[in-house]
């Protein structure tokens, strides 16, 4: 029988926005335009600094990989430095469950070599490992 991965739990359903449980699935789908769809619909109504901060990272990092999967790797380039720039403002190590160093961790993994030459036109596309968002078991 196959094994399910639970990427949150019934407490974080209870606790977060629909919209960022939302993203977190379609993120993890793959799905990553659709994903900061979901994201943004919760970053454009009245949340809190700390959290639009949170959330405009994380669609920064989910359009980094939307760019590349339709080829634009320069303006992936972009989105990741700029999420980049974001968590580093947000300056925590967990926020609304997810852990931000293992997440940030999985996306210069993933995305880093998009910073090894001056235009990442230049070089062929890596595999790469997307990041898999799993929120910590307890809902912070």
């Known amino acids: 029988m196959p094994t399910t991965t639970m990427y ?8 977060y926005p629909i919209e960022y449980i939302a993203g977190i699935d379609l993120y993890n789908a793959g ?7 979901a994201w943004e619909e919760r970053w454009m109504g009245p949340v809190a600094p700390d959290e639009k901060l949170f959330l405009q990272a ?7 990989f939307h760019h590349l999967q339709i080829g634009r790797p320069g303006a992936a380039r972009r989105m990741y430095l700029m999420a980049k720039e974001k ?10 469950s997810l852990d931000l160093n293992d ?4 996306l210069d993994g993933a995305l880093s070599w998009l910073l090894s030459v001056p235009d990442p036109r230049e070089i062929e596309q890596p595999a790469i490992e997307p ?8 809902a912070d």
């Not at 799905?31 to 769809?37: F, S």
């Not at 997440?103 to 999985?106: E, R, S």
């Open 8 to 15: 949150y739990t019934e407490a974080h359903l209870l606790k």
């Open 31 to 37: 799905e990553y335009h659709a994903a900061h769809d």
């Open 58 to 64: 994380m669609i920064q990092s989910a359009v980094a």
């Open 87 to 96: 968590f580093g403002r947000l300056n925590q190590t967990v926020f609304m």
């Open 103 to 106: 997440y940030q961790a999985q």
């Open 131 to 138: 990041p898999v968002i799993c929120l910590r078991p307890v």
